[in-house]
């Protein structure tokens, strides 16, 4: 069974400061990753993926995650926060031939 | 290029009333997907499809049923709609066989139940 943990369902960060949003997984094999952003009444698109070529992995926006084995982790981080970040981000994880597993999202506001 | 389309974007229905939800997508895509999406809940998969003339259950397929006759169209229907089906569906998309394939989505219908 795989699943997917985020940490904090609201994070709250001040316009030009560093974004972190946790990710925590459980797979019993090794793990596709993925970031999706969703803004207001739109559907989710790609901010990024972990397909095991590269641990750190860069995505649109300015975006970036780290897959991290033995933390079982793979947070995303933005150096420097816009107002256009505010959004809905969903971490998700797929392995071998299983579905791919949401988690329940965290709710980015940016402080002007 | 539209990408995925859904169609209605809102709808509202009384108890017992039925309905289908039309995704269609334009990218020749083999696997489509239907998921709900719930305040806290993140997204759940209702059902999705893995070619035309297929289709398998997810995780919460109750009171629900899809058809999928053509390849770029995934049908979602509710038969005697109920007020806990109050929710945003979204339709996804991915190209065939590899797991790392993101999915594309649709820009969602809002569903309220009376």
């Known amino acids: 069974a795989q699943s997917v943990t985020q940490l904090g369902s609201h994070v709250s960060v001040s316009e030009g400061a560093l974004v972190l949003l946790r990710c925590n997984y459980s797979?019993?094999?090794?793990?596709?990753l993925f970031w999706y952003v969703q803004y207001p009444n739109q559907g989710l698109q790609l901010l990024l993926k972990y397909t095991s070529a590269a641990t750190l992995v860069k995505g649109i926006n300015g975006f970036e995650a780290e897959f991290k084995k033995s933390e079982t982790s793979f947070h995303l981080t933005k150096p420097s926060a816009h107002m256009s970040d505010a959004a809905e981000y969903f971490c998700?994880?797929?392995?071998?031939?299983?579905?791919?597993?949401f988690g329940t999202g965290t709710r980015l506001t940016i402080i002007p | 290029n539209a990408g995925v389309t859904q169609t209605p974007k809102f709808r509202v229905l009384k108890t017992g009333q039925s309905m289908t939800l039309l995704c269609a997508q334009d990218m020749n895509h083999e696997y489509m997907y239907w998921y709900r999406q719930d305040p806290g809940m993140g997204l759940r998969l209702i059902h999705y499809?893995?070619?035309?003339?297929?289709?398998a259950k997810g995780e919460v397929p109750d009171g629900y049923n899809v058809s999928r006759l053509k390849k770029q169209n995934f049908l979602l229907g509710l038969e005697s709609a109920a007020p806990s089906q109050t929710s945003v569906y979204f339709c996804a998309s991915s190209p065939h066989i590899r797991l790392y394939n993101e999915q594309f989505f649709g820009p969602g219908t809002r569903l309220t139940v009376l």
């Open positions: 499809s893995v070619g035309e003339g297929t289709t």
């Open positions: 797979s019993s094999v090794p793990p596709y």
């Open positions: 998700a994880v797929t392995a071998k031939n299983e579905k791919l597993t």
